[in-house]
């Protein structure tokens, strides 16, 4: 029988994975939304979010009371440390995509659509990758672990070619956009995918930190 501290780990696992594939999920409608030009899609990627504040503070609460009451062992401690931190980063990334939503229609009112195709569906996708790979990392086990960790790993560096290139080219043709206060915006937005996929990456970290140790941060492909 698991004693009780894995048990309730496990609960938190459990949790924190609920709500990164609602992330995930808000993302593919929103990809959804791009591919099919059908921004109504854009009211169920902000439902998928609507609960994820609350799910948040109750892994943070159900960690502190397992650090209270239980005394983990020290693979178990690892992983309840770097859950507390997942968490931080689950809610920055909730909180882009919601940035993303917010300023969905700007943007694609905004821009003319070689930047839609080129740029904002591309960068939609390697956030999507991003997410599908922490999703992976979570479920597999220690064999596997970094070969997922290389996928998010390959797409937040897609990701950041992608958002220089666009800000790169849009800076270059600017005029293509009417006020600069929009063109702010747009930029702004698109930092988000930049920022998604940052933390994305943080949490690859932390779940190969939780699940084979070392020094958090460094991973041997």
């Not at 099919?36 to 609460?61: G, P, W």
């Not at 440390?81 to 882009?96: C, D, G």
């Not at 998010?152 to 800076?171: C, G, P, S």
């Amino acid at each position: 029988m698991l004693k009780k501290y894995t048990q309730d780990l496990e609960n938190v696992h459990n949790k924190a994975l609920n709500i990164i594939q609602n992330i995930l999920r808000s993302n593919i409608y929103i990809l959804q939304a791009l591919e099919t030009n059908n921004l109504k899609l854009l009211e169920e990627a902000k439902d998928c979010l609507k609960s994820i504040s609350n799910e948040s503070t109750e892994i943070d609460n159900s960690i502190v009371k397992l650090l209270a009451l239980e005394t983990p062992e020290a693979s178990d401690l690892r992983r309840v440390v770097s859950f507390f931190k997942i968490t931080n980063e689950i809610q920055r990334t909730a909180s882009n995509t919601k940035g993303i939503i917010k300023n969905f229609e700007l943007c694609y009112n905004t821009l003319d659509k070689k930047y839609i195709s080129k740029y904002t569906i591309p960068l939609q996708k390697t956030t999507v990758t991003c997410l599908e790979g922490i999703i992976k990392m979570i479920e597999s086990n220690n064999d596997t672990v970094k070969e997922n960790f290389n996928i998010i790993f390959q797409a937040q560096k897609r990701t950041d070619e992608l958002y220089n290139l666009f800000q790169d080219n849009i800076m270059k043709e600017n005029k293509e956009i009417e006020q600069f206060n929009q063109y702010t915006k747009v930029l702004n937005t698109f930092r988000k995918y930049d920022k998604i996929a940052n933390r994305s990456l943080d949490i690859a970290y932390l779940i190969i930190y939780a699940k084979l140790g070392g020094v958090l941060g460094e991973v041997e492909i």
